[in-house]
Protein backbone atom coordinates (compact mmCIF):
# COMPACT_ATOMS: atom_id res chain seq x y z
CA UNK A 1 0.00 0.00 0.00
CA UNK A 2 1.14 3.62 -0.54
CA UNK A 3 0.86 6.23 2.08
CA UNK A 4 0.30 9.81 2.54
CA UNK A 5 2.57 12.62 4.30
CA UNK A 6 2.47 12.33 7.71
CA UNK A 7 1.07 14.28 10.26
CA UNK A 8 2.14 15.69 13.37
CA UNK A 9 2.52 12.14 15.68
CA UNK A 10 1.01 11.89 18.57
CA UNK A 11 4.46 10.49 19.96
CA UNK A 12 7.23 9.55 18.37
CA UNK A 13 10.16 6.82 20.25
CA UNK A 14 12.73 5.08 19.09
CA UNK A 15 13.72 1.35 19.04
CA UNK A 16 17.26 0.32 19.24
CA UNK A 17 17.73 -2.35 21.88
CA UNK A 18 15.76 -4.75 23.85
CA UNK A 19 14.89 -3.01 26.43
CA UNK A 20 12.98 -0.84 24.39
CA UNK A 21 10.53 -3.21 23.65
CA UNK A 22 9.25 -2.85 26.99
CA UNK A 23 9.18 0.66 26.85
CA UNK A 24 6.96 0.60 23.72
CA UNK A 25 4.40 -1.86 24.50
CA UNK A 26 3.97 0.27 27.45
CA UNK A 27 3.89 3.50 25.80
CA UNK A 28 1.61 1.79 22.60
CA UNK A 29 -0.92 0.82 25.46
CA UNK A 30 -0.56 4.48 27.52
CA UNK A 31 -1.74 6.48 23.59
CA UNK A 32 -4.53 3.42 23.22
CA UNK A 33 -5.69 4.66 26.74
CA UNK A 34 -5.37 8.41 26.41
CA UNK A 35 -6.85 8.06 22.44
CA UNK A 36 -9.98 5.75 24.34
CA UNK A 37 -9.62 2.59 23.62
CA UNK A 38 -10.64 -0.27 25.91
CA UNK A 39 -8.60 -2.15 28.05
CA UNK A 40 -8.74 -5.14 25.86
CA UNK A 41 -7.93 -3.53 22.64
CA UNK A 42 -5.13 -1.46 25.10
CA UNK A 43 -3.32 -5.05 25.69
CA UNK A 44 -3.78 -6.56 22.28
CA UNK A 45 -2.37 -3.25 20.36
CA UNK A 46 0.77 -3.26 22.86
CA UNK A 47 1.09 -6.81 22.60
CA UNK A 48 1.33 -6.65 18.57
CA UNK A 49 3.83 -3.23 18.82
CA UNK A 50 6.09 -6.04 21.13
CA UNK A 51 5.69 -8.60 18.51
CA UNK A 52 7.09 -6.21 15.61
CA UNK A 53 9.21 -3.80 17.42
CA UNK A 54 11.26 -7.82 18.40
CA UNK A 55 10.71 -8.71 15.01
CA UNK A 56 12.09 -5.29 13.14
CA UNK A 57 14.73 -5.33 16.28
CA UNK A 58 16.46 -8.88 14.90
CA UNK A 59 15.48 -8.01 10.90
CA UNK A 60 17.16 -4.37 11.01
CA UNK A 61 18.38 -3.57 14.11
CA UNK A 62 15.76 -1.43 14.85
CA UNK A 63 12.87 1.11 13.97
CA UNK A 64 11.36 4.55 14.37
CA UNK A 65 7.70 4.14 16.07
CA UNK A 66 5.83 6.82 15.69
CA UNK A 67 2.12 7.02 16.52
CA UNK A 68 -0.78 8.81 15.07
CA UNK A 69 -4.65 8.79 14.85
CA UNK A 70 -6.39 9.35 11.46
CA UNK A 71 -10.02 9.90 10.30
CA UNK A 72 -11.45 6.25 8.23
CA UNK A 73 -13.48 5.97 5.40
CA UNK A 74 -15.71 4.00 7.72
CA UNK A 75 -16.39 6.75 9.67
CA UNK A 76 -14.46 5.86 12.60
CA UNK A 77 -11.40 7.23 13.73
CA UNK A 78 -8.16 4.95 13.89
CA UNK A 79 -5.04 4.91 16.35
CA UNK A 80 -2.26 3.99 14.13
CA UNK A 81 1.35 3.20 14.90
CA UNK A 82 4.16 3.13 12.10
CA UNK A 83 7.37 1.77 12.46
CA UNK A 84 10.06 2.53 10.43
CA UNK A 85 13.24 0.10 10.36
CA UNK A 86 16.43 1.30 10.69
CA UNK A 87 17.78 -1.00 7.41
CA UNK A 88 15.64 -1.46 4.61
CA UNK A 89 13.13 -4.73 5.00
CA UNK A 90 14.61 -7.97 2.83
CA UNK A 91 12.73 -7.73 -0.44
CA UNK A 92 10.31 -4.82 0.82
CA UNK A 93 8.20 -6.68 2.57
CA UNK A 94 7.50 -7.63 6.25
CA UNK A 95 5.83 -11.05 7.74
CA UNK A 96 5.36 -11.41 11.45
CA UNK A 97 7.04 -14.14 13.27
CA UNK A 98 3.99 -14.44 15.19
CA UNK A 99 0.51 -15.56 12.99
CA UNK A 100 -1.35 -14.51 16.32
CA UNK A 101 -0.21 -10.81 15.54
CA UNK A 102 -2.89 -9.91 12.82
CA UNK A 103 -5.65 -11.00 14.61
CA UNK A 104 -4.66 -8.52 17.44
CA UNK A 105 -5.07 -5.45 15.49
CA UNK A 106 -7.23 -4.58 12.68
CA UNK A 107 -4.69 -3.57 9.41
CA UNK A 108 -1.16 -5.28 9.90
CA UNK A 109 1.12 -4.45 6.63
CA UNK A 110 3.72 -2.43 4.80
CA UNK A 111 3.36 1.11 3.78
CA UNK A 112 5.52 3.74 1.82
CA UNK A 113 5.79 7.23 3.15
CA UNK A 114 7.69 9.71 2.07
CA UNK A 115 9.74 7.50 0.34
CA UNK A 116 10.15 5.06 3.41
CA UNK A 117 8.83 1.91 3.91
CA UNK A 118 7.25 1.46 7.20
CA UNK A 119 5.29 -1.17 8.93
CA UNK A 120 1.89 -0.01 10.11
CA UNK A 121 -0.58 -1.39 12.22
CA UNK A 122 -4.05 0.12 13.49
CA UNK A 123 -7.13 -0.03 15.25
CA UNK A 124 -10.46 1.05 15.38
CA UNK A 125 -11.05 4.05 18.23
CA UNK A 126 -14.51 3.13 19.96
CA UNK A 127 -17.38 5.55 18.58
CA UNK A 128 -18.50 6.94 21.93
CA UNK A 129 -14.74 8.24 22.50
CA UNK A 130 -14.02 12.00 22.49
CA UNK A 131 -13.74 13.43 19.06
CA UNK A 132 -9.99 14.07 18.15
CA UNK A 133 -9.81 17.55 17.45
CA UNK A 134 -6.57 19.68 17.11
CA UNK A 135 -6.92 21.00 20.95
CA UNK A 136 -8.07 17.43 22.04
CA UNK A 137 -4.56 16.36 19.95
CA UNK A 138 -2.52 18.62 21.49
CA UNK A 139 -3.50 17.57 24.99
CA UNK A 140 -3.23 13.79 24.46
CA UNK A 141 0.32 14.48 23.28
CA UNK A 142 0.93 16.90 26.49
CA UNK A 143 -0.48 14.32 28.59
CA UNK A 144 1.90 11.67 26.95
CA UNK A 145 4.63 13.62 27.61
CA UNK A 146 3.69 14.05 31.52
CA UNK A 147 3.74 10.27 31.38
CA UNK A 148 7.26 8.70 32.30
CA UNK A 149 8.44 5.67 31.01
CA UNK A 150 8.66 2.78 33.53
CA UNK A 151 11.19 0.48 33.84
CA UNK A 152 11.70 -2.94 32.35
CA UNK A 153 10.49 -4.76 35.45
CA UNK A 154 7.43 -2.21 35.98
CA UNK A 155 6.48 -3.64 32.14
CA UNK A 156 7.01 -7.01 33.03
CA UNK A 157 4.90 -6.97 35.94
CA UNK A 158 2.36 -5.08 34.54
CA UNK A 159 2.48 -7.77 31.46
CA UNK A 160 2.14 -10.93 34.31
CA UNK A 161 -0.89 -8.58 35.90
CA UNK A 162 -2.03 -8.60 32.21
CA UNK A 163 -1.30 -12.07 31.55
CA UNK A 164 -3.05 -13.37 34.93
CA UNK A 165 -6.19 -11.30 34.30
CA UNK A 166 -6.31 -12.86 30.69
CA UNK A 167 -6.16 -16.11 31.81
CA UNK A 168 -8.87 -15.79 34.64
CA UNK A 169 -10.79 -14.48 31.67
CA UNK A 170 -9.93 -17.31 30.05
CA UNK A 171 -10.42 -19.50 33.16
CA UNK A 172 -14.07 -17.73 33.52
CA UNK A 173 -15.11 -18.07 29.86
CA UNK A 174 -13.73 -21.90 30.17
CA UNK A 175 -16.36 -22.65 33.16
CA UNK A 176 -19.26 -20.69 31.07
CA UNK A 177 -18.19 -22.87 28.21
CA UNK A 178 -18.24 -25.74 30.37
CA UNK A 179 -21.65 -25.28 31.65
CA UNK A 180 -23.29 -24.09 28.34
CA UNK A 181 -21.99 -27.19 27.08
CA UNK A 182 -23.58 -29.24 29.81
CA UNK A 183 -26.49 -27.27 29.44
CA UNK A 184 -26.49 -27.83 25.37
CA UNK A 185 -25.82 -31.43 25.97
CA UNK A 186 -29.00 -31.31 28.46
CA UNK A 187 -30.62 -30.10 25.95
CA UNK A 188 -30.09 -32.38 23.14
CA UNK A 189 -30.80 -35.26 24.86
CA UNK A 190 -34.00 -33.25 25.27
CA UNK A 191 -34.79 -32.60 21.99
CA UNK A 192 -33.19 -36.69 21.16
CA UNK A 193 -35.73 -37.82 23.49
CA UNK A 194 -38.74 -35.23 21.72
CA UNK A 195 -37.65 -36.13 18.18
CA UNK A 196 -38.09 -40.11 18.93
CA UNK A 197 -41.42 -39.80 20.34
CA UNK A 198 -42.67 -37.78 17.07
CA UNK A 199 -41.11 -40.19 15.49
CA UNK A 200 -42.93 -42.70 17.10
CA UNK A 201 -46.04 -41.11 17.02
CA UNK A 202 -45.70 -40.00 13.45
CA UNK A 203 -45.22 -43.67 13.01
CA UNK A 204 -48.09 -45.00 14.46
CA UNK A 205 -50.30 -42.14 13.22
CA UNK A 206 -49.07 -43.07 9.45
CA UNK A 207 -49.99 -46.80 10.17
CA UNK A 208 -53.11 -45.67 11.19
CA UNK A 209 -53.78 -44.11 8.04
CA UNK A 210 -52.87 -46.81 5.98
CA UNK A 211 -55.28 -49.00 7.80
CA UNK A 212 -57.73 -46.47 6.77
CA UNK A 213 -56.84 -45.85 3.29
CA UNK A 214 -57.04 -49.97 2.98
CA UNK A 215 -60.26 -49.96 5.08
CA UNK A 216 -61.46 -46.78 2.65
CA UNK A 217 -60.54 -48.62 -0.23
CA UNK A 218 -62.30 -51.82 0.77
CA UNK A 219 -65.48 -49.92 1.48
CA UNK A 220 -64.99 -48.43 -1.69
CA UNK A 221 -64.69 -51.49 -3.62
CA UNK A 222 -67.92 -52.59 -1.60
CA UNK A 223 -69.88 -49.55 -2.10
CA UNK A 224 -69.11 -49.66 -6.00
CA UNK A 225 -70.40 -53.63 -6.46
CA UNK A 226 -73.50 -52.91 -4.26
CA UNK A 227 -74.11 -49.67 -6.87
CA UNK A 228 -73.55 -52.00 -9.82
CA UNK A 229 -75.51 -54.92 -8.35
CA UNK A 230 -78.14 -52.19 -7.62
CA UNK A 231 -78.15 -51.11 -11.12
CA UNK A 232 -78.24 -54.52 -12.62
CA UNK A 233 -81.35 -55.31 -10.50
CA UNK A 234 -83.01 -52.45 -11.79
CA UNK A 235 -82.26 -53.18 -14.98
CA UNK A 236 -83.18 -56.79 -14.60
CA UNK A 237 -86.22 -56.58 -12.59
CA UNK A 238 -87.67 -53.11 -14.64
CA UNK A 239 -86.99 -55.30 -17.81
CA UNK A 240 -89.17 -58.20 -16.73
CA UNK A 241 -91.94 -55.89 -15.60
CA UNK A 242 -92.11 -53.86 -18.65
CA UNK A 243 -94.14 -57.30 -20.42
CA UNK A 244 -96.36 -57.99 -17.85
CA UNK A 245 -97.50 -54.20 -16.98
CA UNK A 246 -97.55 -53.41 -21.03
CA UNK A 247 -99.95 -56.91 -21.16
CA UNK A 248 -102.19 -55.44 -18.62
CA UNK A 249 -102.52 -52.17 -19.90
CA UNK A 250 -103.19 -54.01 -23.24
CA UNK A 251 -106.13 -56.18 -21.79
CA UNK A 252 -107.59 -53.20 -20.18
CA UNK A 253 -107.07 -50.84 -23.26
CA UNK A 254 -109.86 -54.58 -25.00
CA UNK A 255 -111.89 -54.80 -21.92
CA UNK A 256 -113.41 -50.92 -22.11
CA UNK A 257 -113.00 -51.07 -26.34
CA UNK A 258 -116.61 -50.89 -27.98
CA UNK A 259 -116.09 -54.08 -29.66
CA UNK A 260 -115.82 -56.14 -26.68
CA UNK A 261 -119.32 -57.17 -24.80
CA UNK A 262 -120.32 -54.06 -23.00
CA UNK A 263 -119.16 -53.92 -18.76
CA UNK A 264 -121.13 -52.94 -16.22
CA UNK A 265 -120.53 -49.34 -14.47
CA UNK A 266 -118.42 -50.93 -11.64
CA UNK A 267 -116.77 -52.90 -13.98
CA UNK A 268 -115.86 -50.21 -16.50
CA UNK A 269 -114.63 -48.30 -13.22
CA UNK A 270 -112.70 -51.35 -11.59
CA UNK A 271 -111.05 -51.91 -15.70
CA UNK A 272 -110.25 -48.25 -15.56
CA UNK A 273 -108.38 -48.40 -12.02
CA UNK A 274 -106.42 -51.24 -12.76
CA UNK A 275 -105.42 -49.42 -16.48
CA UNK A 276 -104.04 -46.33 -14.19
CA UNK A 277 -102.65 -48.39 -11.82
CA UNK A 278 -100.62 -50.38 -14.63
CA UNK A 279 -99.57 -47.20 -16.41
CA UNK A 280 -98.25 -45.83 -12.83
CA UNK A 281 -96.35 -48.98 -12.55
CA UNK A 282 -95.06 -48.59 -16.21
CA UNK A 283 -93.99 -44.63 -15.51
CA UNK A 284 -92.05 -46.43 -12.61
CA UNK A 285 -90.64 -49.24 -14.30
CA UNK A 286 -89.29 -46.77 -17.38
CA UNK A 287 -88.14 -44.60 -14.48
CA UNK A 288 -86.18 -47.42 -12.99
CA UNK A 289 -84.37 -48.21 -16.44
CA UNK A 290 -83.69 -44.75 -17.14
CA UNK A 291 -81.98 -44.20 -13.51
CA UNK A 292 -80.22 -47.31 -13.59
CA UNK A 293 -78.59 -46.44 -17.33
CA UNK A 294 -77.91 -43.19 -16.09
CA UNK A 295 -75.82 -44.61 -13.05
CA UNK A 296 -73.94 -47.43 -14.77
CA UNK A 297 -72.86 -44.78 -17.40
CA UNK A 298 -74.30 -46.21 -20.56
CA UNK A 299 -76.26 -42.99 -21.71
CA UNK A 300 -74.09 -42.28 -24.52
CA UNK A 301 -73.88 -38.38 -25.21
CA UNK A 302 -74.93 -37.19 -29.11
CA UNK A 303 -73.72 -33.78 -29.05
CA UNK A 304 -74.31 -30.57 -31.81
CA UNK A 305 -75.02 -27.40 -31.44
CA UNK A 306 -78.73 -27.02 -30.27
CA UNK A 307 -80.70 -24.07 -30.87
CA UNK A 308 -82.39 -23.60 -27.83
CA UNK A 309 -85.67 -21.30 -29.43
CA UNK A 310 -87.14 -24.56 -31.32
CA UNK A 311 -86.38 -26.79 -27.74
CA UNK A 312 -88.22 -24.25 -25.77
CA UNK A 313 -91.14 -24.44 -28.46
CA UNK A 314 -91.83 -28.05 -27.79
CA UNK A 315 -91.54 -27.82 -24.33
CA UNK A 316 -94.12 -25.03 -24.52
CA UNK A 317 -96.67 -27.66 -26.67
CA UNK A 318 -96.45 -30.88 -25.77
CA UNK A 319 -96.68 -29.54 -21.42
CA UNK A 320 -99.40 -27.50 -22.08
CA UNK A 321 -101.91 -29.98 -21.96
CA UNK A 322 -100.65 -31.26 -18.36
CA UNK A 323 -101.42 -27.64 -17.23
CA UNK A 324 -104.89 -29.07 -16.36
CA UNK A 325 -105.71 -26.34 -13.68
CA UNK A 326 -106.98 -22.98 -14.67
CA UNK A 327 -105.27 -21.51 -11.88
CA UNK A 328 -102.11 -22.07 -13.03
CA UNK A 329 -100.21 -20.21 -16.40
CA UNK A 330 -97.43 -22.05 -18.00
CA UNK A 331 -94.46 -19.75 -19.15
CA UNK A 332 -91.74 -20.36 -21.52
CA UNK A 333 -89.81 -17.50 -21.99
CA UNK A 334 -88.25 -17.16 -25.69
CA UNK A 335 -84.34 -16.95 -25.26
CA UNK A 336 -82.39 -14.21 -26.64
CA UNK A 337 -80.73 -14.73 -29.83
CA UNK A 338 -78.12 -16.22 -31.34
CA UNK A 339 -79.45 -19.04 -28.36
CA UNK A 340 -76.47 -21.91 -29.09
CA UNK A 341 -75.43 -24.11 -27.18
CA UNK A 342 -73.40 -27.38 -27.64
CA UNK A 343 -75.42 -30.01 -25.77
CA UNK A 344 -76.92 -33.28 -26.57
CA UNK A 345 -80.88 -32.12 -27.44
CA UNK A 346 -82.66 -34.84 -26.21
CA UNK A 347 -81.17 -35.53 -22.75
CA UNK A 348 -81.62 -31.38 -22.32
CA UNK A 349 -85.30 -31.54 -23.10
CA UNK A 350 -85.74 -34.42 -20.94
CA UNK A 351 -84.31 -32.40 -17.83
CA UNK A 352 -86.35 -29.13 -18.68
CA UNK A 353 -89.48 -31.78 -18.77
CA UNK A 354 -88.70 -32.82 -15.79
CA UNK A 355 -88.76 -29.66 -14.00
CA UNK A 356 -91.38 -28.18 -15.83
CA UNK A 357 -93.73 -31.30 -15.21
CA UNK A 358 -92.75 -31.21 -11.14
CA UNK A 359 -93.82 -27.48 -10.95
CA UNK A 360 -97.08 -28.28 -12.92
CA UNK A 361 -97.64 -30.95 -10.18
CA UNK A 362 -97.55 -29.38 -6.92
CA UNK A 363 -98.29 -26.21 -7.59
CA UNK A 364 -101.94 -25.26 -7.00
CA UNK A 365 -102.15 -21.55 -8.10
CA UNK A 366 -100.03 -19.00 -9.88
CA UNK A 367 -96.93 -19.52 -12.76
CA UNK A 368 -94.48 -22.03 -13.37
CA UNK A 369 -91.96 -20.17 -15.39
CA UNK A 370 -88.79 -21.73 -17.62
CA UNK A 371 -86.08 -18.72 -18.48
CA UNK A 372 -82.61 -19.10 -19.70
CA UNK A 373 -79.69 -16.87 -19.70
CA UNK A 374 -75.92 -16.79 -21.13
CA UNK A 375 -73.39 -15.96 -18.63
CA UNK A 376 -69.73 -15.77 -19.97
CA UNK A 377 -69.07 -19.07 -21.27
CA UNK A 378 -72.37 -20.95 -19.46
CA UNK A 379 -75.81 -20.90 -19.75
CA UNK A 380 -77.76 -21.01 -16.98
CA UNK A 381 -82.38 -22.33 -17.19
CA UNK A 382 -84.36 -21.20 -14.34
CA UNK A 383 -87.71 -23.39 -13.59
CA UNK A 384 -89.69 -21.14 -11.34
CA UNK A 385 -92.91 -22.20 -9.53
CA UNK A 386 -95.16 -20.87 -7.02
CA UNK A 387 -95.74 -23.80 -5.27
CA UNK A 388 -95.80 -24.26 -1.91
CA UNK A 389 -91.67 -24.30 -1.28
CA UNK A 390 -88.92 -26.87 -0.11
CA UNK A 391 -87.74 -26.17 3.33
CA UNK A 392 -83.70 -25.75 3.34
CA UNK A 393 -83.22 -28.90 5.52
CA UNK A 394 -84.65 -30.65 2.45
CA UNK A 395 -82.80 -29.31 0.01
CA UNK A 396 -80.83 -32.30 -0.28
CA UNK A 397 -82.79 -34.79 0.39
CA UNK A 398 -85.36 -34.64 -2.50
CA UNK A 399 -82.36 -35.19 -4.88
CA UNK A 400 -82.31 -38.74 -3.32
CA UNK A 401 -83.93 -41.75 -5.01
CA UNK A 402 -87.32 -42.47 -3.99
CA UNK A 403 -87.71 -39.57 -1.09
CA UNK A 404 -90.58 -37.16 -1.98
CA UNK A 405 -91.41 -34.03 0.32
CA UNK A 406 -94.04 -34.66 2.93
CA UNK A 407 -96.94 -32.40 3.65
CA UNK A 408 -100.40 -31.94 2.39
CA UNK A 409 -99.69 -31.07 -1.32
CA UNK A 410 -98.03 -34.40 -1.49
CA UNK A 411 -99.04 -35.50 -5.10
CA UNK A 412 -98.74 -39.25 -6.70
CA UNK A 413 -94.96 -39.64 -8.47
CA UNK A 414 -92.18 -42.56 -7.78
CA UNK A 415 -89.42 -40.27 -6.25
CA UNK A 416 -87.23 -40.83 -9.15
CA UNK A 417 -87.53 -37.83 -11.50
CA UNK A 418 -85.54 -35.70 -9.77
CA UNK A 419 -82.37 -37.45 -8.61
CA UNK A 420 -82.47 -38.92 -12.62
CA UNK A 421 -82.39 -35.07 -13.97
CA UNK A 422 -79.55 -34.08 -12.04
CA UNK A 423 -77.65 -37.32 -13.13
CA UNK A 424 -78.60 -36.12 -16.95
CA UNK A 425 -76.92 -32.62 -15.67
CA UNK A 426 -74.43 -33.99 -14.22
CA UNK A 427 -73.41 -36.43 -17.54
CA UNK A 428 -73.69 -32.87 -20.07
CA UNK A 429 -71.29 -31.01 -17.37
CA UNK A 430 -73.53 -28.97 -15.73
CA UNK A 431 -75.01 -28.72 -12.40
CA UNK A 432 -78.61 -28.79 -10.78
CA UNK A 433 -79.04 -26.29 -8.11
CA UNK A 434 -82.72 -25.44 -6.22
CA UNK A 435 -83.34 -22.18 -4.31
CA UNK A 436 -86.31 -22.34 -2.85
CA UNK A 437 -88.00 -21.19 0.55
CA UNK A 438 -91.49 -22.62 2.57
CA UNK A 439 -94.61 -20.44 1.41
CA UNK A 440 -92.52 -18.34 -1.50
CA UNK A 441 -92.42 -21.17 -4.66
CA UNK A 442 -88.91 -23.39 -5.73
CA UNK A 443 -86.33 -22.06 -8.56
CA UNK A 444 -84.29 -24.89 -9.91
CA UNK A 445 -80.98 -23.86 -11.69
CA UNK A 446 -79.72 -25.52 -14.63
CA UNK A 447 -75.81 -24.42 -14.96
CA UNK A 448 -74.34 -26.03 -18.45
CA UNK A 449 -71.29 -25.01 -20.13
CA UNK A 450 -71.80 -23.31 -23.93
CA UNK A 451 -69.10 -25.97 -25.14
CA UNK A 452 -70.68 -28.99 -24.24
CA UNK A 453 -69.15 -31.66 -21.60
Given at each position: ???????????????????????????????????????????????????????????????????????????????????????????????????????????????????????????????????????????????????????????????????????????????????????????????????????????????????????????????????????????????????????????????????????????????????????????????????????????????????????????????????????????????????????????????????????????????????????????????????????????DRIFEEFYQVPGATRV??????????????????????????????????????????
Amino acid sequence: MTGEPAAQPLLQMALRVEQDIFVIRQRGREVAAVVGLEHQDQVRIATALSEVARDLLGMSGGADVTFHIDAGADGRHHLRADLAPVTPLPAGHYQPQSGAVSRLVDTLGVATVEGVTVVRMSRRVPANAPIPTPERLAEFRSELGRIAPASALDELTAQNGQLIAALDEVRSQRDELAVLNEELAETNRGVLALYNQLTEELEETNRGVVALYAELDEKSAQLRAASESKSRFLANVSHELRAPVTAIIGLGRLLTDSASDPLTDEQGRQVDLIRSSAADLLNLVNELLDLAKAESGRIELDLSDVDLRPVFGQLRGTLRALATRPEVELVVEEPSAPALLRTDEVLLGQVLRNLLHNGLKFTERGEVRLRAHRQGDRWTFEVSDTGPGIAPELHDRIFEEFYQVPGATRVGGTGLGLPYARRLVTLLGGTLQLTSEPGRGSTFHVSLPVGGA
